[in-house]
């Protein structure tokens, strides 16, 4: 299974979705402040401050781990050229072949 393909698509998806909410919570704005409904309170401000802290720690740590898994992916090609270097000089000590 592509899984490339998988998470461009739901990428697409959850994009497509965010942008979606973002219109209908803006219409529904709209249509409370035409009703004349109070739609500043303390209450929606303190619930808006947690969404963005945890949106906030939930990109925090994607990225650390990312970053996590650069270094690691960087040591282990580093580890591996040095298998290979010293596989490639241990071969140069053995003798050629005897010219005839």
Known sequence: ??????ALAF????FIGILLF??????YSIWQHKMGYKTDSPGLRIAES???????LLVAFTFS????KFDATR???VDETNAIA???LRLSLLQ???PL
Request: overall charge positive; aromatic content about 14%.
């Open 96 to 98: 050629g072949p005897e």
């Open 22 to 27: 973002l219109f209908m919570g803006r219409r």
């Open 65 to 68: 781990a990312a970053s996590t």
């Open 50 to 56: 947690a969404i963005f802290g945890f949106m906030g």
């Open 86 to 88: 010293t596989a490639y």
């Open 75 to 77: 040591l282990l090609i």
């Open 11 to 14: 990428l697409i998806i959850l």
């Open 1 to 6: 299974m592509n899984y490339r393909l998988l």
